[in-house]
């Protein structure tokens, strides 16, 4: 549960901060789903299911955009850095020396 992470007491969390946190933890969990996807699809020698992980795979991708998505319109500070550096080009490390 998204609530078992929560490194304050929930009463004293702003619903803000609430969404957020429900947000990052779906983002995460999107992530790790397409790892997981990714990492059977490599292992898989059955080229029919292979290919069903891979979809599996590229479904999560979509949800993680989403979820990023929100968390762009819903957070002056995130939209701030993916403007910053999504669609970027040159080094992104070292981005402010270029």
Excluded at 42 to 69: F, G, P, Q, T, Y
Aim: proline residues 1%.
């Amino acid at each position: 549960m998204a609530s078992d992470s929560l490194h304050a007491p929930r009463e004293k969390l702003s619903k803000d901060t609430l969404s957020m946190h429900h947000a990052i933890t779906s983002l995460m969990e999107e992530l790790e789903a397409v790892d997981w996807y990714r990492q059977r699809a490599d292992d898989c020698e059955d080229a029919s299911l292979k290919d069903i992980l891979l979809h599996n795979m590229r479904e999560e991708m979509e949800h993680a955009c989403m979820v990023i998505e929100w968390m762009r319109r819903n957070n002056k500070d995130f939209a701030g850095y993916l403007d910053e550096f999504v669609y970027s080009e040159g080094e992104i490390a070292h981005h402010h020396e270029d």
